[in-house]
């Protein structure tokens, strides 16, 4: 039996009890331009957990990111290679050269907390990979 | 304990924390916020939460699809498609969108019933692309990831959870997104 997700998504709130009810510390945090986002850890690791294109309050899909402060010093051509090999998000140098790690989950039409949490479970085993393969502790 | 702003680990006498910086709080406070690594586990379903109920739904089966039934599946969206045997000597399906074909493989598998799909287009430039430019789709774009190979020809790929929880909703949903994705993908560097 599978346990549907609301038709347009899960609110914000419903997204921070989803993490809370699994052990996982998470909190909303409110940025400059008023909108809103998660941020939570996994593995002793800070992620954030956006939410785009909410409508009524729902959003069909998260977007979550990691990104590590290397002040420039991350050589960016080696995650091609990361891109190539490792199926699940993908991973990019940000605006200041620092790496990141994203993946989008899609929550509606069609999702269940099942999927759901199969999705994290592969988001947790990619971001340990990707801190473990260029030292990013 | 931990830092209430990033749940990096601290000495229990430090003051700020030595990778943000932040103010290290009262024991309660870092102690609330840290996340207990051995004691995490996938969320389960939250029963406390009152959901509305959405619309019905249509389970992919336990262990998810043959590649038969992604066939079939896919013919009766109106694709044409073909199987191919690779080099590996397993089967994967060609059709095409967008002008271009693409490969789908079947991952995750146990026995015939495979749990993940992974949609796949390369375009040959004969090295001519410019590598520098994937970066930047990857950081503008969502969904799919882009890469260059070690002829420097780029590729979009995708990745679709297919089991458990999986639903043939779902599917068309995403089977849409790589569509889109990749004649956005093909008009922005011209790849037709």
């Known amino acids: ?23 996982y510390a998470a909190k909303v945090v409110t940025r400059e331009d008023g909108k809103r986002h998660i941020e939570s850890w996994s593995q002793g690791t800070l992620f954030n957990i956006f939410t785009p294109g909410c409508q009524s309050g729902r959003s069909a899909s998260l977007e979550l990111v990691f ?13 091609n290679e990361w ?7 993908k991973a990019y140098s940000d605006t200041v050269n620092d790496p990141c790690l994203d993946i989008d989950i899609a929550l509606s039409p069609g999702g269940t907390f099942e999927s759901l949490n ?20 | ?48 939460i009152a959901l509305p109920s959405p619309a ?55 026995g015939e019933r495979c749990a993940a799909l992974e949609f796949g287009a390369g375009f040959s430039t004969h090295g ?11 950081y503008d774009n969502r969904w799919c990831r882009a890469y260059c190979d070690s002829d420097k020809d780029p590729w979009l790929k995708m990745n679709i959870d297919l089991w458990p929880g999986g639903t043939y909703e779902a599917l ?3 089977f849409e997104i790589w569509n889109r994705t990749l004649g956005r993908f093909i008009e922005k560097y011209g790849l037709r």
């Open chain 1, 1 to 23: 039996m599978t346990h549907p997700i609301p038709d347009g998504g899960l609110t914000l709130e419903e997204v921070i009890a989803w993490l809370q009810s699994g052990g």
């Open chain 1, 67 to 79: 990104a590590f402060s290397s002040k420039g010093r991350f050589d960016v051509s080696r995650l």
């Open chain 1, 83 to 89: 891109n190539s090999d490792i199926p699940w998000g």
């Open chain 1, 118 to 137: 199969d999705q994290f479970a592969t988001w947790n085993k990619i971001l340990s990979a990707f801190i473990g393969k260029y030292n990013l502790r």
């Open chain 2, 1 to 48: 304990m931990f830092c209430p702003r990033c749940g990096s680990e601290a000495l229990p006498n430090q003051t700020f924390c030595a990778k943000c910086g932040a103010s290290l709080a009262t024991a309660e406070n870092v102690q609330a916020a840290a996340p207990a690594p051995a004691a995490q586990a996938v969320p389960p379903v939250p029963r406390a």
């Open chain 2, 56 to 110: 019905p739904m249509r389970t992919i089966p336990d262990g998810g699809l043959t590649i038969e039934e992604m066939a079939a599946w896919l013919d009766g969206e109106g694709y044409a498609v073909k199987f191919v045997i690779g080099e590996s000597g397993n089967r994967h399906i060609e059709t095409s969108s967008q002008g271009s074909p693409i490969n789908i493989f079947l991952g995750d598998c146990k």
């Open chain 2, 128 to 138: 001519k692309f410019d590598i520098s430019q994937i970066n930047g789709w990857n």
């Open chain 2, 172 to 174: 068309s949903d995403r």
